[in-house]
């Protein structure tokens, strides 16, 4: 299969089993993830994983940052349960003269794509969630980011189900989106 048939056939799968991939498992995916394109090689972003215990703290921290209570509150924790392994994916703006901010942060959008790509392929079942709980001071705390990082989103990861959903896409209309200056 060529890199375009990988491609092509990616699909988020937002129901996972229980499966995951191990740390050594990990580790040459973001290798080859770190190779993404990146202007003076200032790898302004880092990856946090979250199993286990670390899924609960952060579900409590959605909670705390919903607000609410009950029913509600349970809900927003119950969120990062739905995979065994979330990837937290972090933009860390660095100082630079040369590179602006808004670059860094499609350098570290970069690597998760290419994480969540590189995942797929070694038939690991992957979604990409973000939302309003990224950029909320109880989340911020819990990942223990610094004041110059910002959280864009989570990597879910895990096994893929038995019954995946049918890997016919409705085609793109490229000549909509591809446009040519001469």
């Known amino acids: 299969m060529t ?5 092509l ?12 991939p191990s740390r050594l498992q ?5 290798e080859a993830a770190a190779t993404v394109a990146d202007h003076s090689g200032l790898k302004p972003w880092r990856l946090i994983e979250l199993r286990g215990d670390a899924r609960l ?7 705390e940052a919903t607000g609410a209570q009950g029913k509600d509150a ?3 924790a119950s969120k990062p349960l739905r995979a065994s392994l979330l990837i937290a994916v972090v933009f860390v703006h660095k100082p630079s003269f040369k590179v602006p901010a808004w670059e860094q ?5 970069g690597v998760a794509h290419m994480l969540s790509l590189l995942l797929d392929e070694a038939g690991w079942g992957v979604f990409w969630r973000s939302g309003n709980f990224t950029r909320s001071e109880p989340v911020h ?4 980011l610094a004041p110059n990082e910002q959280l864009l989103g989570w990597l879910y990861v895990g096994g893929l189900p038995d019954r995946t959903k049918s890997d016919k896409r409705k085609r793109l209309e490229i000549g909509r989106y591809l446009s040519e200056l001469s």
Not at 9 to 20: E, G, P
């Open 3 to 7: 890199a375009l048939d990988a491609v």
């Open 9 to 20: 056939r990616r699909q988020s799968h937002s129901k996972v089993t229980a499966d995951a």
């Open 26 to 30: 990990l580790l040459p995916l973001v």
């Open 57 to 63: 703290r952060l579900g409590a921290a959605f909670a």
């Open 74 to 76: 349970e809900k927003a």
């Open 105 to 109: 942060e499609a350098v570290a959008s």
């Open 141 to 144: 705390r819990m990942h223990e």
